[in-house]
Structures are given as structure tokens and as C-alpha cells.
């Protein structure tokens, strides 16, 4: 009965993408104590972080792409050159990230992302630990969450 009275469309549509973002960016202000404190904090939106490592010419060798949101580090990305791993440069690029957000954005956490292939024992060994296991995603591979305390 309620295919009936309404139209689904699948397309992509950025427009109403942000209509939903801000209606359930609403809903969730209203339901919670803690998300409605940040309102009109710096903690209240995602501010970019990253770090770049660069050889004498400029080059990237390697770097950070992440976001620091709530008291939050998010890594999204951390990517050495495959000549210079085990170096300790993706060590000290993630180290630097996490200073900085702790230090000038009072971030308390951090959290990222890994598949079992990447990096999870490298992650592990700089203190984080895995709070998320998802098996099979995508299938025959293992997705990991991981997550330190940065004070």
C-alpha cells in the first residue's frame, strides 16, 4: 500500500542530498543532549586535517587527509611511499596529525579506518585498538575500526 503513494526515484541528487543531511542533522540536535551542547562550538563542524611529508624536490611521499570533529582526529587516509616504509615516516606523519589535534583542537580521540590487508598491525603499534571488526566488506576482506586516546 505505501509504494503506492509516493514516487521513488534513484537518481543522484546533491540538492536534496543536503535536504537530507540538514533534516537529519535536525532530528539528531533534537534527540541528543550531547549534539545539541556543540551547537555554535568550534566542535560543531568537521575542520580538515592534513600532513604532508615531501622530498627535498616537493614531491609527496607521503601524508594525513582527515577531519577533526566533537574532540574527535578522523583519519581518513595515511599513505607512504612503498620505498620508504618501515622507515618510521608514516610513524611520525600520523604522530604530527595527532599532536596537532590535540594541541590545537583539543581532540581527545582518534578514530580510522583499515582493511585487513593495509595497516592494521602498523595501527595497532602506534596504540590504537580495534573496537570494530566487519568481515566480508567487501567480501574476502576483513574492515577494521580502530580507535586511540590522544590525552
Not at 500500500?1 to 503513494?5: G, K, N, Q, T, Y
Not at 514516487?7 to 546533491?14: A, P
Given at each position: 500500500?505505501?509504494?503506492?503513494?509516493f514516487?521513488?526515484?534513484?537518481?543522484?541528487?546533491?540538492e536534496?542530498?543536503?535536504?537530507?543531511?540538514?533534516?537529519?542533522?535536525?532530528?539528531?540536535?533534537?534527540a541528543?543532549?550531547?549534539l545539541?551542547s556543540?551547537?555554535?562550538?568550534?566542535?560543531?563542524?568537521?575542520?580538515?586535517?592534513q600532513v604532508?611529508?615531501?622530498?627535498?624536490?616537493?614531491?609527496?611521499?607521503?601524508?594525513?587527509?582527515?577531519?577533526?570533529?566533537?574532540?574527535?582526529?578522523?583519519?581518513?587516509?595515511?599513505?607512504?611511499?612503498?620505498?620508504?616504509?618501515?622507515?618510521?615516516?608514516?610513524?611520525?606523519?600520523?604522530?604530527?596529525?595527532?599532536?596537532?589535534?590535540?594541541?590545537?583542537?583539543?581532540c581527545?580521540?582518534?578514530?580510522?579506518?583499515?582493511?585487513?590487508?593495509?595497516?592494521?598491525?602498523?595501527?595497532?603499534?602506534?596504540?590504537?585498538?580495534v573496537?570494530?571488526?566487519?568481515?566480508d566488506?567487501?567480501?574476502?576482506?576483513?574492515?577494521?575500526?580502530?580507535?586511540?586516546?590522544?590525552?
Open positions: 500500500m505505501v509504494s503506492r503513494m514516487r521513488i526515484e534513484t537518481e543522484v541528487d546533491k536534496r542530498s543536503q535536504f537530507l543531511r540538514s533534516r537529519l542533522r535536525d532530528a539528531n540536535m533534537a541528543s543532549p550531547v545539541r556543540l551547537r555554535g562550538t568550534p566542535g560543531e563542524r568537521e575542520v580538515p586535517l604532508w611529508a615531501l622530498d627535498p624536490a616537493g614531491g609527496v611521499v607521503g601524508g594525513l587527509v582527515g577531519h577533526t570533529w566533537a574532540g574527535w582526529l578522523h583519519v581518513t587516509y595515511l599513505w607512504v611511499d612503498e620505498r620508504l616504509r618501515g622507515g618510521g615516516l608514516g610513524s611520525h606523519v600520523l604522530s604530527h596529525a595527532e599532536h596537532l589535534a590535540r594541541t590545537s583542537r583539543g581527545r580521540n582518534s578514530r580510522l579506518e583499515t582493511w585487513d590487508f593495509q595497516a592494521p598491525a602498523f595501527y595497532r603499534k602506534q596504540g590504537y585498538e573496537v570494530c571488526e566487519i568481515p566488506y567487501p567480501p574476502g576482506i576483513t574492515e577494521y575500526t580502530l580507535t586511540k586516546r590522544l590525552a
